[in-house]
């Protein structure tokens, strides 16, 4: 079966912080995405990842094929990165997402 | 439109009843998805578009649940005879072609259900 699971599930920082969010996957996703869910419920693609590493301003996404793990990392936080962070696995040729739980990020001032 | 959209964003009914949620995908995209988001869970796969043809449907839990495309581009999923346990946020994605395709599907904002 496919699964996908994150951590923390929830997480308080302080304006500033270097904030990491870790996503675990199995046998069979072939391509990882980050999420953002915002408190008004709306959801937005941040990155799709096979391999490597990308990077969106102060958001990076990184990924590790072998060990089956990605993580989401916001340098600088803000509060206005409150939101959140959900992973999600696809397999190959579909967009038949596969979402973990999310992790609620909460940014304090 | 610029974005998916989706009606009704609230809607309450009571056990029993039937509902239709409607979503409108972004002009062009081939794919369209129907997720459900129980509070506090991920979304949870419902069902896929591709075009008019339903690809897959093995996420609908039992024979209450129906979606069609028609034409290809709107789809409704239907929900009869309403349970409290259908209460969730009913969400649509949808994805452009696969040769414009970086990967990323558009949501929508989400149809919220309650069942009383």
């Known amino acids: 079966k496919n699964e996908v699971e994150q951590s923390p599930q929830n997480l308080t920082a302080q304006e500033g912080e270097f904030i990491t969010i870790n996503c675990s996957y199995s046998?069979?996703?072939?391509?990882l995405h980050w999420l953002q869910q915002h408190p008004g419920g709306g959801i937005v693609s941040l990155f799709m990842?096979?391999?490597g590493k990308k990077k969106h301003g102060r958001l990076i996404a990184t990924i590790n094929i072998q060990e089956k793990h990605s993580s989401l990392h916001i340098t600088a936080s803000h509060p206005r990165d409150s939101a959140v962070y959900i992973c999600a696995g696809s397999t190959s040729g579909t967009y038949k997402y596969i979402f973990g739980t999310g992790t609620r990020l909460k940014v304090l001032a | 439109g610029a974005g998916v959209s989706q009606s009704p964003r609230y809607k309450v009914t009571k056990r029993g009843q039937d509902v239709a949620l409607r979503c409108d995908p972004i002009s062009g995209h081939v794919s369209l998805y129907w997720y459900r988001q129980a509070l506090g869970q991920g979304p949870e796969f419902l069902t896929y578009f591709n075009y008019e043809a339903q690809q897959d449907k093995s996420g609908l839990p039992n024979d209450r649940f129906s979606a069609e495309r028609p034409e290809g581009s709107i789809s409704t999923l239907t929900i009869q005879r309403t349970e409290q346990r259908d209460s969730a946020m009913y969400r649509c994605a949808s994805s452009p072609p696969s040769g414009d395709n970086t990967g990323e599907l558009f949501f929508g904002e989400g149809s919220r259900l309650t069942v009383l």
């Open positions: 046998v069979g996703i072939s391509a």
């Open positions: 990842l096979s391999s």
